[in-house]
């Protein structure tokens, strides 16, 4: 645990001083579903604004977000197994994509309501703001909550500009966009299209990714606001290196696993996505309604020989849903309140089929069934403000959720089967306005999650059954206490203890040729996140966060053995510390420096992966001529060339865990853009 004089100095610092200090400027997010103040929500809540996230090699989200404590982030590089994310430990198992955690895009979901998460129909550069919530959120967001990351994209904005860039980098890296938006009447529109071409630190690590976007929202004449929402991606290759072992990794980083080469290893995917939202308020009362669809292909090579299981994966699928919610901010016994319905419901087909992979070739048939997940989430949320400094919140969310599986490969039986999972969860805080620089809040919480299709894979018929192996679903109970504030206008802060119990937490137990398979087991987590944002002097700031997680197994009747030891995947101890400076005549310098320490690659905690430093910059310039701006940059990642992992292979049964990290390495941006209007 830190040290314990160093936590009673911070709070003496703030309750003795802090009625002296003032305020800084109100921030208001809308995580919680509605519009709150960032101080006085008694949640974990943090928040990434655009001059954050562009400014950097638009690589993942990560680069931006490490900002932010109780978030860990790996894999950056791998893209055809996507970013892995952790809040709270979280989302740490993930061995595809982001999973534990909800993600919406536009208050559009991107996690299916099985709960796997992909973001590769994201682009980077047209981000304007990152919500994240720390911690279990299933009260407010269903199955799969234990953290939510709300991200929402740019507006059109009041004057039309066409907008390109450019940027190069070591290892083969392109990237190319175009933006074109603003406003003609009561339509404001904004359309963006990017391409990336990498060829990667590693062998066998080449992307190609083409993104299209399109975001438009209307003034009707009632004062109702209408938003459609468009995204695209279309990404034909995303190579797989593969994990090393010490040897290999000994002998040369920078080469891939043979069997990745073998068979060709890596994925294809295109993905389509169409939502609108709907909102009115009259006085008192807000209505918001959406329905969004989602089509998306997949196919998969995996390093699996045909004498261990099926290693071509192919998936069609559609995902369609929509969402009603009502607010009422009427006073209630003449205080300030806010009460909040509504009902979720999503819908998700998966055509699944599995060929055996000779050579990179497609192979025999061996697995085909239709999966399909339905959901239906009813909840409320009541918001009472029992004086101006104290705010009591409560939530209660019910969720229906049901699975089923069609084998249509019936030479090895027939496993089709059904599976229903009823849940209520809920959340309880306070926060309380102790000065006018501090405020102290308190929450209980639970939250569920459910396996995902592929997570039900039995590992003894190495997942070449359908069905549902022994996997249920996934609970957490928790409590969270903590302070957050803002004083001299120029420093805001934060600290946050957690303690959670999470019951069935489903596992990684086994990692065949590439393939995970998932057990249950119990855990307990407690853990605690500083964080400070601070103004030096004008245009000089300067950003520290620091996280201690103590996750741990503490049932597992798979393995006996790992009972005590740490949840792999997830470093004790992270640090992050970024000094900004930007001058009035337009140039900009960022320097960010983050410190991981050591963490362990599997359940037993026998294989320990070594602490390590990773430190950036990037420096630019924004010259505006009338209605042209031209910004170029130059960046350098890992500067001081540290050898480390950029992604754990949890649980792998052959030791390849090892993923290495680039070394220090170079790029360089320049963007035009032009404006119509003055």
């Not at 292909?297 to 995996?302: I, Q, S, V």
């Not at 979720?344 to 999966?371: A, I, K």
């Amino acid at each position: 645990m830190p040290n314990k004089k160093i936590l009673l100095f911070f709070f003496f610092f703030y309750f003795t001083l802090g009625s002296s200090l003032f305020a800084a400027e109100e921030v208001y997010v809308n995580a919680t579903r509605v519009q709150s103040s960032l101080k006085g929500v008694p949640l974990a809540v943090s928040v990434v604004r655009s001059e954050e996230i562009k400014n950097r090699q638009l690589l993942g989200l990560d680069e931006s977000m490490a900002r932010i404590p109780g978030l860990f982030f790996s894999n950056r590089y791998n893209y055809s197994r996507d970013l892995r994310l952790s809040i709270r430990g979280f989302g740490a198992r993930s061995n595809f994509g982001i999973r534990g955690i909800k993600v919406f895009i536009d208050d559009i979901p991107s996690t299916a309501p099985d709960g796997q998460t992909a973001l590769d129909d994201l682009d980077l550069s047209n981000i304007e703001k990152i919500e994240v919530i720390r911690g279990p959120a299933s009260a407010l967001y269903g199955a799969s909550a234990g953290g939510v990351i709300n991200i929402y994209t740019e507006d059109g904005g009041d004057n039309e500009f066409f907008e390109i860039g450019s940027m190069l980098g070591e290892y083969s890296f392109l990237r190319e966009q175009i933006k074109v938006g603003g406003k003609k009447d009561k339509l404001s529109y904004l359309l963006n299209g990017s391409y990336l071409n990498y060829g990667g630190y590693r062998q066998h690590s080449d992307v190609k990714q083409g993104n299209l976007s399109g975001k438009f929202k209307y003034e009707f004449g009632d004062g109702s606001v209408g938003r459609l929402i468009l995204r695209a991606v279309d990404s034909p290759e995303a190579e797989d290196s593969g994990g090393l072992n010490q040897t290999e990794r000994a002998l040369s980083r920078r080469s891939a696993r043979q069997r990745n080469l073998d068979l060709d290893a890596g994925e294809e995917v295109a993905d389509k996505k169409v939502g609108a939202i709907w909102e009115k308020t009259i006085g008192n009362h807000s209505l918001r309604l959406k329905n969004y669809y989602n089509w998306r292909n997949f196919d998969a090579k995996l390093p699996i020989t045909p004498f261990i299981g099926a290693g071509i994966v192919k998936l069609d699928r559609f995902f369609f849903g929509g969402g009603f919610q009502y607010s009422n901010s009427a006073a209630f016994l003449g205080k300030a309140n806010r009460l909040t319905v509504g009902v979720d419901v999503d819908s998700m087909e998966d055509d699944r089929r599995r060929f055996n992979n000779l050579s990179g070739t497609q192979g025999p048939l061996q697995f085909d069934q239709d999966e399909k997940a339905n959901t239906v989430g009813i909840f409320l949320q009541e918001e009472l403000s029992l004086s101006e400094k104290m705010l009591l919140t409560f939530g209660l969310r019910y969720d229906h959720v049901k699975f089923e599986i069609e084998d249509k490969f019936l030479a090895n039986g027939d496993q089709s089967e059904t599976l229903k999972f009823n849940e209520l969860n809920y959340s309880i805080g306070a926060s309380y306005e102790l000065l006018p620089s501090l405020n102290i809040y308190a929450n209980r919480s639970t939250a569920f999650e459910t396996p995902t299709f592929t997570e039900f894979a039995n590992p003894s018929n190495n997942g070449s059954l359908g069905g549902f192996a022994n996997v249920a679903a996934q609970r957490t109970e928790g409590y969270e206490v903590g302070i957050k504030g803002a004083f001299f206008d120029r420093v805001s802060y934060e600290m946050a203890f957690y303690h959670l119990d999470v019951e069935d937490e489903v596992t990684t137990v086994t990692n065949i040729g590439g393939r995970a398979f998932f057990n249950n087991a119990d855990t307990e987590r407690r853990g605690v996140e500083l964080g400070f944002d601070a103004s030096v002097f004008s245009g000089l700031d300067l950003l520290g966060t620091y996280t201690y997680s103590d996750l741990e197994f503490d049932r597992f009747v798979n393995v006996p053995n790992a009972v005590g030891s740490q949840l792999p995947g997830v470093p004790e101890h992270h640090a992050y510390v970024e000094l900004d400076y930007r001058h009035p005549s337009g140039v900009f310098f960022k320097w960010d420096w983050s410190y991981i320490g050591s963490m362990y690659a599997d359940n037993l905690n026998n294989v320990e992966v070594d602490n390590y430093n990773l430190s950036n910059i990037v420096l630019g310039y924004t010259k505006k001529l009338k209605r042209i701006s031209i910004s170029p940059r130059i960046g350098v990642n890992n500067l001081f060339k540290q050898d480390y992992n950029q992604e754990i292979r949890i649980q792998d049964a052959t030791n390849r865990f090892f993923e290495p990290g680039p070394g220090r390495n170079f790029y360089g941006s320049i963007n035009l853009r032009y404006e119509f209007s003055d």
